[in-house]
């Protein structure tokens, strides 16, 4: 079975994986002077909140909004807001843990499934 994860491009700690983006339906919401249905890309990953070291992010309830750290190098890899946030495509994800792409690298790797 593949998985596609996701590395920290600093320290090259996995992250996330394919099963903990939020896929979302690309450019639902018009926004004013801007074109219509052209195709465009998304610059981020949107995470699920089941990512387990997003944890210190859910508890921080006094924060609505903020940045998004690697736990392990701690250097700044996107945003979160709980009233949501546009993704480049032009839809709105709520609540948005939103990673940007260009701080992470994929790889696809096998997986064995467990008996
Ligand atoms: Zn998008
Ligand atoms: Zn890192």
């Not at 089941?50 to 190098?73: H, M, N, Q, R």
């Not at 940007?100 to 696809?108: E, F």
Request: net charge positive; glycine share 6%; aromatic share 10%.
């Amino acid at each position: 079975m593949e998985l596609e994860v996701y590395r920290c491009k600093e320290c090259r700690h996995v992250l996330f994986t394919e099963k903990h983006i939020e896929d979302h339906i690309k450019a639902t919401h018009s926004f004013k002077g801007e074109e219509k249905g052209k195709s465009i890309q998304c610059n981020s990953h949107f995470l699920s909140t089941e990512v387990p070291w997003l944890d210190s992010y859910k508890i921080t309830t006094s924060a609505e909004k903020g940045k998004i750290y690697c736990p392990f190098c701690k250097c700044k890899i996107g945003n979160f807001c709980w009233h949501g946030s546009r993704c480049s495509c032009g839809s709105y994800v709520a609540p948005a843990f939103q990673i940007q792409k260009s701080k992470v690298d994929s790889q696809i790797v096998i997986v064995t499934p467990k008996e």
